[in-house]
């Protein structure tokens, strides 16, 4: 395996390429590092690699003549990666994409980066090493070489050491143990020290499982899992985050006020096929429970009649499913109440977060309308506290309900024309972002 690093600072790579594993890689002949320096490569008086960015701004960018000339200068470049935030981002399977080649060329970028012609010129593969933003390309390279060198036969004492890692299976690895037995009461678990080896394979196995479930499900979904597997995760379901943030969530199902039709502020009829999906949906993902808020006295009765049939009635009777699910569904004549029943369940003032379809704020109700939250930032609310979700039957929340909530989620598709989704889809997809299959 050959890397060149294009680089302004050849003398970064000394050290890291000579020692340890990676100076033995390159004493054995399996890895050959090379570096070419663009400031090799200016012509003319001003002896610079870099220039002001057109269209102003701070800091300085690459120029493509030193950059394609290093580029060309080199005899069997391989791909050439370009290092940029930008790029694709870097994983143990691009890993070993990577390592099928026997040469790599890797361009470290400086400043702000490079000019963004470069690719128009030399077929270049942008690579980013992860979400944050490093000084210049070099400690990416290294990452890069190593994570990829370490793949080659022969550079790892056991080649298959690299088949039992993290990511190989899209499983966190196992945690190991070595001795002494006992660290101040602390032991090595007991089937590690009983010879069993199938014993210990599926501890292991287990232990992988149970790790990526709590640190990475994000994970899970790609990796291959026996009905064993899922049995074992199964059992686990109980990993306080996966449970906790289902707990703490409350969905309040508004029919008033509402906006209507005709663009008037009202009451939204119930629809029966509403309660059972909003409340099947939320059985699934482990949400706490749905309120259908509604302050018709007869729609009230209607829900009573229609959650009575399916719980305690003939309709539970003959399917436990559909009594499990709407047995979380209750009735409230107004969002304050509905907020009320949740504040008393929860022992203490849920947070309110709402939906809509809209991208925008109505015109009149800019100021006040309630600032964005991502998914992400609502599920860190659900780890902390309960949460109201509040979602809108007929043309959605009224703006005054919107404009009480603490923060809006953002709209299922914005970018697209239509995306007007009844309100039971609406939740199934809502609930997916929030809660997601593996949490
Ligand atoms: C200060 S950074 C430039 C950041 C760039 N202006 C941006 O905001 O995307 C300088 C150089 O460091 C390298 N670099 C910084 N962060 C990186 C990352 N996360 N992955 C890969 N390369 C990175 C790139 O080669 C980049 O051109």
Redesign the pocket.
């Known amino acids: 395996m050959h890397f060149t690093c294009i680089t302004l600072f050849p003398e970064f790579f000394a050290s890291p390429m000579a020692c340890a594993l990676m100076g033995k890689g390159v004493d054995k002949g399996i890895v050959s590092f090379a570096t070419v320096n663009p400031r090799d490569f200016v012509t003319g008086n001003y002896k610079g690699v870099d220039d002001r960015p057109y269209g102003g701004g701070p800091?300085m960018v690459?120029q493509l003549e030193p950059l394609c000339r290093a580029i060309e200068s080199i005899p069997q470049p391989g791909p050439v990666l370009?290092?940029?935030?930008?790029?694709r981002p870097?994983d143990q399977a691009m890993a070993r994409e990577l390592a099928a080649q026997p040469a790599l060329t890797i361009?470290?970028?400086?400043?702000?980066?490079?000019d963004a012609r470069l690719g128009a010129l030399h077929p270049v593969i942008e690579?980013?090493?992860?979400?944050?933003?490093?000084?210049?390309?070099e400690?990416?390279a290294l990452c890069l070489m190593e994570a990829v060198a370490r793949l080659a036969p022969g550079f790892m004492g056991k080649d298959e050491s690299g088949d039992d890692e993290s990511f190989s299976n899209s499983l966190l690895e196992y945690p190991h143990y070595t001795r002494p037995e006992d660290h101040a009461g602390h032991r090595v678990p007991e089937v590690l020290l009983g010879g069993d080896h199938g014993a210990v394979k599926a501890w292991r196995r287990r232990e992988a499982l149970r790790t990526t479930l709590e640190r990475r499900p994000d994970l899970l979904a790609a990796a291959p899992l026996s009905a064993e597997d899922y049995a074992y995760l199964r059992s686990l379901e109980q990993t306080p985050s996966r449970r906790k943030l289902g707990r703490n969530l409350h969905i309040l199902h508004v029919h008033s006020p509402v906006r209507l039709k005709e663009g008037r502020t009202g009451v939204a009829s119930l629809t029966t096929f509403d309660i059972h999906d909003i409340g099947r949906v939320s059985c699934c993902y482990g949400v706490s429970d749905v309120t259908v808020v509604t302050p018709l006295e007869d729609q009230q009765a209607l829900a009573h009649r229609v959650l009575g049939h399916w719980t305690i009635g003939a309709g539970g009777r003959v399917n436990a499913h559909r009594a499990q699910a709407l047995s979380r569904v209750r009735v409230a004549s107004s969002l304050e109440e509905a907020l009320r029943m949740v504040e008393e369940a929860a022992g203490r003032p849920p947070r309110v977060l709402t939906t809509s379809a809209l991208a925008e704020a109505p015109r009149r109700y800019r100021k006040q309308w309630p600032g964005l939250v991502s998914f992400a930032e609502a599920r860190r609310w659900l780890e902390e506290s309960p949460v109201c979700l509040l979602l809108g039957a007929g043309h959605g929340l009224a703006p005054e309900a919107m404009c009480a909530a603490q923060a809006l989620l953002p709209p299922i598709r914005p970018l697209d024309a239509y995306n007007h989704l009844p309100v039971r889809a609406a939740a199934t997809a809502i609930l997916d972002r929030l809660l997601q299959d593996a949490w």
Do not use: I, Q
Not at 82 to 87: A, F
Not at 107 to 114: H, P
Not at 127 to 137: I, P
């Open positions: 800091g690459m370009l290092l940029t935030p930008r790029g870097f361009l470290c970028g400086r400043y702000e980066g490079v690579v980013s090493l992860g979400d944050f933003v490093l000084n210049g390309g400690a990416a």
